[in-house]
């Protein structure tokens, strides 16, 4: 079963960093564009970065400077560093993929920035 999987959320103060990473799995014989989205409570999923199969990227203004996307291809993983976060970079940040050039979700992990 191809999957995608998502680690490294959690609480966090102001200026704080987080780096999360989403694993792919299963019976994968390729992957294209890899892709952050967010949700915050009450708003509607928006594109945080996304990067390509060539390793090129691109960013929401809303974080441009403070986040950065890569992958590692032969892990399968792509990562999402996330530097200087903000309360309102408080949401839900989803994995998404072209696996096998199907579009795949993962179901999220909840990223809290508080004091």
């Known amino acids: 079963q191809v999957q995608l999987v998502e680690s490294g959320g959690g609480l966090v103060q102001p200026g704080g960093s987080l780096r999360l990473s989403c694993a792919a799995s299963g019976g994968i014989f390729s992957i294209n564009g890899m892709r952050w989205y967010r949700q915050a409570p009450g708003k509607q999923r928006e594109l945080v970065a996304g990067?390509?199969?060539?390793?090129?990227?691109n960013y929401a203004d809303s974080v441009k400077g403070r986040f950065t996307i890569s992958r590692d291809n032969a892990k399968r993983t792509v990562y999402l560093q996330m530097n200087s976060l903000k309360p309102e970079d408080t949401a839900t940040y989803y994995c998404?993929?072209?696996?096998?050039?199907?579009?795949?979700w993962g179901k999220g992990v909840l990223v809290t920035v508080s004091s």
């Open positions: 990067i390509t199969s060539g390793s090129s990227s």
């Open positions: 998404n993929a072209d696996l096998n050039t199907i579009g795949v």
